[in-house]
């Protein structure tokens, strides 16, 4: 059983409910009381994945983002420093949808195109070393 991130939310990976509550804590203080939740998905390409609810969004709800984990057990191999790395990036994107007016996010149905799909996730590696999270990228 995983360890709550916020509203009894667990993951049923308990050094992934963890990670994400450390970089949180230690690297991005203005998500503090922002709703965050963690999923388990599989995926062969990805490792986490952070999404926002958009049933909340269209809504006009407090918002809720969510961290997906993949269950893969060569995530568990993989260096500490990297899997920081990667929640900091993740997290990159949830400050992103958090931040400034949610009407923004309409710009992220370019998220198919791969130009637009490019400069996003490397916005998102670019704020995690500014942060302090290069060495594990």
Known sequence: MGIPLLHGQMSGDPWADQLIR???ASGFPELAGKDIRT???TSESDFFQARFSIWRFVMGRRMRYVIRVNSAAELLT???EGRR???AH???HVA?????NRLRLIGLFRFPCKSFRERFEKRADAEAVR???AEGL
Do not use: D, N, W
């Not at 992103?96 to 400034?100: E, M, P, R, T, V």
């Open 39 to 41: 999923r388990q998905f």
């Open 90 to 92: 993740e997290l990159a």
């Open 131 to 133: 942060r302090g999270y």
């Open 85 to 87: 790395a990667i929640i």
């Open 96 to 100: 992103y949808y958090a931040q400034g």
């Open 78 to 80: 993989s260096p500490e």
């Open 22 to 24: 450390e970089v949180r």
